[in-house]
Nanobody, 115 residues
């Protein structure tokens, strides 16, 4: 079955960086676009980045453009998100998502940005 497992979250200070990963299994990872979402406290879950199956095409929400970088490793079935120049407003639970007939989500990884 489809399984997504996020990792790499943590507590950092403003301006610091983190690298999130999502280990995928149970589907043809290299054939499907992938996305990262986040849910900030008291807010709805929001899309923040997406990547095409080959990794050639990427897209970002305006709130993270220029600071976050999405990438994928189709050999190891892994999706990554590099978070740079973090701000307190980036504090959220971060999720990877795949649409394989229906949407599948991981359990999320918490990122906390605070001084």
């Amino acid at each position: 079955q489809v399984r997504l497992v996020e990792s790499g979250g943590g507590s950092v200070q403003p301006g610091e960086s983190l690298r999130l990963s999502c280990a995928a299994s149970g589907f043809n990872f290299r054939d499907i676009a992938m996305s990262w979402y986040r849910q900030r406290p008291g807010k709805e879950r929001e899309w923040i980045a997406g990547i095409s199956p080959t990794g050639e095409d990427v897209g970002y929400a305006d709130s993270v453009k220029g600071r976050f970088t999405i990438s994928r490793d189709n050999v190891n079935n892994r999706l990554d998100l590099q978070l740079s120049r973090l701000k307190p407003e980036d504090t959220a639970m971060y999720y990877c998502k795949v649409r394989n007939v229906v949407d599948f989500w991981g359990q999320g990884t918490q990122v906390t940005v605070s001084s």
